[in-house]
């Protein structure tokens, strides 16, 4: 079975600061890795998406991923975040039968 | 934009009557969509994978005659949830992967609320 882990539930940092946020998937078989993003009162939005190839991607405002095989993991990281980065955060590997499995989420607080 | 597209985005039903969600893909044709469901402050759970032509797929612990799924065009797949109870409130969001399941984006819709009072 698929499973994923976010490891921070809450994280609240101060503009400016630099973001990481864990995931740690399980699966035996090939997977495709996403990040979305749910804004307050809003529907989810894909941050970025691995498929193959360079383990480093970059998606929409500012933020990238580094897929590493060997340890089954797809951090996210942002180098300076920013108020509006206020949300929640969902890692969702996708096996090829097309389901997505969610993590539990990452609430991230940006303070102004 | 928008490629995927649910309507409602929000009701509001009586318990016991029926309520039904559509998810459609906009642009594109989705032989295999996916429903989702996310209780507050939890993250969302697959509930059934809806087949263009034939029955849906219903993960474990979900009632397949509760929650009757339709998948009766390339665009388009409901999700009716039958006899509703206050329980059954919760945000319903659809998926579907462009360009087939394989190696390709899915995306997601806005999201329904429903509320069961």
């Known amino acids: 079975a698929q499973s994923v882990s976010q490891h921070n539930h809450h994280v609240i940092l101060s503009e400016a600061a630099s973001l990481e946020l864990g995931c740690n998937y399980s699966?035996?078989?090939?997977?495709?890795l996403f990040w979305y993003v749910q804004y307050p009162g809003q529907h989810l939005q894909l941050l970025l998406k691995?498929?193959?190839?360079?383990?480093l991607v970059k998606g929409i405002k500012g933020f990238e991923a580094e897929f590493i095989k060997s340890k089954f993991s797809f951090n996210l990281r942002k180098p300076s975040v920013q108020w509006s980065d206020t949300a929640e955060y969902f890692c969702?590997?996708?096996?090829?039968?097309?389901?997505?499995?969610f993590g539990d989420g990452t609430t991230l607080t940006v303070k102004p | 934009g928008a490629v995927v597209s649910q309507h409602p985005s929000w009701v509001i039903c009586k318990s016991g009557t029926s309520v039904k969600i559509e998810c459609r893909s906009l642009?594109?044709?989705?032989?295999?969509m996916f429903w989702y469901r996310q209780f507050p402050k939890q993250s969302l759970m697959l509930m059934a994978t809806?087949?263009?032509?034939?029955?849906?797929?219903?993960e474990q612990g979900v009632e397949k005659d509760k929650f009757l799924i339709n998948h009766a065009s390339l665009t388009l797949s409901t999700l009716t949830v039958t006899s509703a109870h206050p329980e059954d409130s919760s945000f319903y969001i659809c998926?579907?992967?462009?360009?087939?399941?394989?190696?390709?984006?899915?995306?997601f819709g806005e999201g329904s609320w429903l509320t069961v009072v």
């Open positions: 998926s579907a992967a462009r360009g087939g399941i394989i190696g390709n984006t899915i995306y």
């Open positions: 699966y035996g078989g090939t997977v495709n």
């Open positions: 691995y498929f193959s190839g360079d383990p």
């Open positions: 969702a590997p996708n096996t090829n039968a097309g389901k997505s499995t």
């Open positions: 642009d594109f044709q989705a032989t295999t």
């Open positions: 809806s087949n263009e032509g034939s029955k849906a797929t219903y």
